[in-house]
């Protein structure tokens, strides 16, 4: 077993005095490989240019395919060569601040006897898997002691397992704003609900192309895998297409909340209304009535406190008798 780790030598400043007031270290992104047998796995974490070149110095890797790993709009695909294969996947990653889900890309080149990858770091799942290959003996021999096709397995089992967790919190979310819908503040639903969906979509975006990926993989028999693609990425693509399926059931449920909140929201609006209008027209005919009588006209019959008073009792008059014929329309 051999466990190597490469770092970029650093990047000379121009002036040294700079370098020697700064009190902020610049951390070089670095190539870090494990070897177990004849299997050697490299990994690059936020690849540049400098490590392209240091693949296409060691490896038979075609130059548009170096390019790639550097492109953040790649699509899912599978190229095969004749001594390798070269794979771009997308993988979920919550970004909490956007309250969204966003894809990360890993590229993976795989040949019979070494498994390259290279990401920005922010697949977990990955960086703790490498990491648990590298310290841990037992993990690199069950994980790298049968073949390269195996280990991209494990890789593609784990992104796959993480994806999971992310469904959950957007079913439980799910589950939040229905009950917010329904609930005595309802306040902010509209916006919650236009999240959820944007959060669905993107993450259906990032699934649809993987599952097609990944079948193909299930598909196809590659001679430099030397497993058996039916058992091993057959069960990847299954979790894909329940994740698929999911995330479908998600939108529709979202879609439908969105109708029951905008036919509620019609609903609370209609009853203000209609509660503003009966009292808007309750008050025209006592408008009119003291409208007339404060016009500065003598004489007028307002003289006594007794005709004020019957003029109050025929103002209560008038609403009784307007409520009465409300209720008998049932427009109360």
Request: aromatic share 10%; proline share 5%; hydrophobic share 40%.
């Amino acid at each position: 077993m051999k466990i190597g780790r490469i770092t970029r030598p650093p990047v000379r400043m121009r002036r040294r005095a700079r370098v020697a007031a700064s009190t902020v270290a610049k951390t070089e992104p670095t190539i870090t490989s494990i070897t177990w047998g004849k299997l050697t796995w490299v990994n690059i974490e936020r690849p540049t240019e400098e490590e392209t070149k240091y693949l296409a110095e060691r490896y038979p890797f075609h130059r548009l395919d170096l390019d790639d790993c550097l492109s953040k709009i790649q699509m899912p695909k599978i190229d095969e060569y004749e001594d390798y294969f070269f794979m771009v996947f997308h993988f979920p990653v919550f970004n909490p601040q956007a309250r969204v889900t966003t894809s990360s890309q890993v590229s993976i080149f795989i040949g019979e006897d070494y498994l390259i990858t290279l990401h920005h770091g922010g697949l977990k799942s990955l960086v703790t898997f490498f990491r648990a290959c590298e310290t841990n003996e037992k993990t690199r021999e069950e994980s790298m002691g049968r073949s390269s096709g195996y280990l991209l397995y494990l890789i593609l089992d784990r992104l796959v397992n993480y994806c999971f967790p992310i469904l959950n919190k957007i079913g439980e979310n799910i589950d939040e704003v229905e009950d917010r819908i329904f609930g005595e503040n309802p306040r902010g639903t509209v916006e919650d609900v236009a999240v959820l969906r944007r959060d669905i979509i993107s993450f259906r975006r990032i699934i649809r192309p993987q599952t097609e990926a990944v079948e193909l993989l299930e598909q196809k028999e590659w001679p430099v895998f030397k497993e058996d693609p039916e058992i091993y990425f057959g069960d990847i693509a299954d979790h894909l297409r329940k994740i698929r399926d999911t995330l479908d059931d998600y939108k529709e449920v979202v879609e439908g909340l969105s109708d029951t909140n905008n036919t509620l929201i019609s609903f609370r609006i209609n009853e203000v209304i209609r509660v503003l209008t009966i009292i808007s027209t309750i008050m025209l005919p006592l408008t009119l009535v003291a409208s007339i009588l404060g016009m500065n006209i003598y004489p007028m019959p307002v003289d006594s406190p007794a005709a004020f008073a019957g003029i109050i009792v025929a103002m209560i008059g008038i609403i009784a008798l307007m409520l009465a014929f409300f209720r008998s329309r049932r427009w109360i």
